[in-house]
């Protein structure tokens, strides 16, 4: 009998909920959730073709021990999980921007929490039903890109006010 292909669905994002609130300067503003979705339609791997890092799941000792190259990231509720502070809102969609970027190369897509000025990041292989070494490494490259600064003997200057905590 010959194997069948599946659907391996692309994602996209999707606008979950919003939850009203307000930020520290007293304006009404909102923080929205998005999160990965799926959409039947793209013929992309057979059943049972996926690597060994998407299927194996990390022990917590794994985990804690890899969360040491990662300081401002915590495990909760079985997701790999880190909180960045933005300068305000437009800083705020071009992190969301940037780590949706990164999200799509790596073909591995977190969930996000947004506020005015934060941006929750949370990582968990949905295939795996927990942390794998996707989740590690995606959270490794979002920390390295978005946390980026010209060192002060560059030529660039980089941004002279708050950036991306």
Known sequence: MQEKEFYSPPSFWAWQSTVSGHHSAGDHCSTTILRSQTQRGWP?????????????LLTEEEIQHKLVTLPEWEVRDGWL?????????????????????????????????LGYAQIIVRLQTHQAGGITMNDVELAQKIEEVVLWKPEASDSLQGYPKNWVK
Not at 44 to 56: A, H, N, P, V, Y
Not at 85 to 101: A, E, Q, R, W
């Open 44 to 56: 992309l791997r057979k059943r049972g073709d996926w690597g060994m890092s998407e299927k194996k």
């Open 81 to 113: 999980r880190r909180k960045y502070k933005t300068p305000g809102f437009s800083h705020t969609l071009l992190l969301v921007n940037t780590i949706g970027y990164l999200a799509e190369a790596a073909w591995h897509h977190p969930d996000l929490e």
